[in-house]
């Protein structure tokens, strides 16, 4: 049998199975003052139940790339597709968090989360029963009635994860979720955030601007370049699943993740 001329740059089966699949993808922004190449000759499969940060230099174009997958913005060239689906429009079947909670303030925790049932007209026997695992996989047990100004920062966020992951996404996409809170807070964040991928199994692609956040909670760092943002470096890191923080950063597999990131990134291009 000859041999196909060309051969196929991708492989089709790989493709369906990825959870998020980015293919050669650019994106402009023209605007009547500049012309921004934000992002250029972008390609990144995730396949499903993985843990991706992506880290780069300030507008390298991280949170542009999650846009994308969310459907909020269409690329200038190229195509994403969330499980084999071309992404045409903005989606339903992800989970967004930010680097603030922004909950409703006359809401109570429980009635923030269960507004993303509202949103996508969930039953809601099954809405209020997910909201309740929820709940107590982040360690809110006892605040579902309190309001956000009565909350701290770290549980405003544990709100806006469990509303993020209350319609069970595909994909959870997170941009610098943790950014805004203090360092403690932080890393406990980190650990529940662990330990909440391992019991849903969700995908997870984070932006960050912490090298250790980064190592600590992936599977593989895509290391971004300035602007216009390309990948310099896909990092696998080679560690269990479940890490408990201080052993985890004791290893050796993590000091060298942590050396190479800040290396392909130089000094000072990261918060830490
Ligand atoms: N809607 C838009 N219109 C015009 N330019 C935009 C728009 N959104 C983003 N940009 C530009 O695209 C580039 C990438 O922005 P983006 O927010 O994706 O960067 P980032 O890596 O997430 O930055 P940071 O780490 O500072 O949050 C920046 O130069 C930004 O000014």
């Known amino acids: 049998m000859s041999k196909p001329e060309t051969a196929p740059q991708t492989d089709p ?5 990825a959870a998020v699949h980015v293919d050669e993808v650019a994106v402009r922004f023209r605007t009547r003052k500049r012309d921004v190449t934000a992002l250029r000759e972008v390609s990144l499969d995730v396949p499903m139940g ?16 999650l846009k994308l997958v969310a459907g909020l913005l269409k690329p200038t060239t190229g195509t994403v597709r969330l499980r084999g689906d071309k992404v045409t429009g903005p989606r339903h079947d992800i989970g967004y968090v930010f680097q603030r909670a922004a909950l409703l303030e006359w809401r109570s925790a429980r009635r923030n989360i269960l507004l993303q049932a509202e949103m996508r007209k969930m039953p809601s026997a099954q809405a209020r029963r997910r909201a309740d695992e929820l709940i107590e996989m982040t360690g809110l047990r006892g605040f579902e009635d309190a309001l956000p100004h009565e909350l701290s920062g770290g549980m405003q966020q544990r709100v806006a994860l ?3 992951l209350l319609h069970e996404p595909r994909v959870l996409l997170m941009d610098e979720p943790f950014g805004a809170l203090d360092a403690l807070t932080r890393e406990q964040l980190n650990v529940e955030m662990n ?9 997870v692609l984070l932006v960050t601007h912490s090298i250790a956040e980064a190592a600590y909670l992936s599977n593989r760092v895509v290391v971004m370049s300035d602007r216009p943002g390309t990948i310099r470096e896909i990092i696998d890191v080679d560690l269990p699943a ?3 923080y201080s052993p985890t950063m004791a290893k050796p597999e993590f000091s060298r993740v ?3 990131i800040r290396d392909l990134l130089g000094a000072g291009a990261a918060a830490d």
């Open 242 to 244: 479940e890490r408990q």
């Open 258 to 260: 942590t050396s190479r």
């Open 162 to 164: 469990c509303r993020a």
């Open 13 to 17: 089966a790989a493709e369906a199975q």
């Open 195 to 203: 330990r909440i991928w391992r019991e849903t199994g969700t995908t």
């Open 50 to 65: 993985e843990f991706v940060s992506i880290v780069g230099p300030s507008g390298c174009g991280k949170s542009t790339l």
